[in-house]
């Protein structure tokens, strides 16, 4: 079972802040990450999708990837109040077959005013 | 506006009482799916659909069934529901090309089986 794990929180953090999201997975295979945030009741956006070792910014998101570890990881710089959602990580599986993405069930993140 | 639409957003039913569950995409996507997502377990892939006439299971396909007759929609059909049913369900589409492996999702329906 090719899994995708997540540290489910909640996670507090002071507004203003950088918070710190992270998932790891475990099929090294894996070439292509996404990073969902997913309001209460509400269906998953798309925050940033990474592809490549290192990082990749967007804003005040900050994707960031290591293969060789096998974690994925996303910052948000300056957070704000409206940041407070669960943020999902997934993962496009290897191994070929029509589809393949696993996601991990995700971190509740709080942002305190 | 492009968007997944779902419906019934909200639903509740009774043990064995037929249902169909419809989605809609206009970005004209080849490929849809349907997740469900309970607490505790994330999001789960139910049945995909590669192009119309093609599907195929995803990792919890059971008591659920699909069809796509037509490129923009994939309804989900429970044809006798039981209570462990009840869950959020999302239908989402992919584009074709480099973003083929971003999904797009509905607004989700909320189904409770009684």
């Known amino acids: 079972q090719k899994e995708v794990e997540q540290n489910s929180g909640p996670l507090s953090v002071p507004e203003g802040a950088i918070a710190s999201l992270n998932c790891t997975y475990s099929?090294?295979?894996?070439?292509?990450f996404f990073w969902y945030r997913q309001y209460s009741g509400k269906s998953p956006e798309l925050i940033m999708f990474?592809?490549?070792?290192g990082d990749k910014e967007d804003g005040r998101f900050t994707a960031q990837l290591n293969k060789a570890s096998q974690y994925v990881s996303l910052l948000i710089r300056d957070s704000q109040p409206s940041d407070s959602a669960t943020y999902l990580c997934?993962?496009?599986?290897?191994?070929?077959?029509?589809?393949?993405?696993?996601f991990g069930k995700g971190t509740h993140l709080i942002i305190q005013p | 506006e492009a968007q997944v639409t779902q419906n019934p957003r909200y639903l509740i039913t009774v043990t064995g009482k037929k249902l169909t569950v419809t989605c809609s995409q206009n970005?004209?996507?080849?490929?849809m799916s349907w997740y469900r997502q309970d607490p505790g377990l994330g999001l789960r892939q139910i049945y995909y659909?590669?192009?119309?006439?093609?599907?195929d299971k995803g990792d919890v396909p059971e008591g659920y069934k699909v069809s796509r007759k037509e490129k923009r929609n994939f309804p989900l059909i429970l044809e006798s529901p039981s209570p462990n049913q009840t869950s959020l369900y999302f239908c989402?589409?992919?584009?074709?090309?480099?973003?083929?492996?971003?999904?797009?999702f509905g607004p989700g329906t909320r189904l409770t089986v009684l």
């Open positions: 989402a589409s992919r584009p074709p090309g480099p973003l083929a492996l971003v999904q797009f």
């Open positions: 099929d090294r295979g894996s070439q292509s």
């Open positions: 990474i592809y490549s070792n």
């Open positions: 997934a993962v496009v599986r290897s191994g070929g077959g029509a589809d393949g993405l696993t």
């Open positions: 970005m004209n996507h080849e490929y």
């Open positions: 659909s590669m192009n119309v006439e093609v599907t």
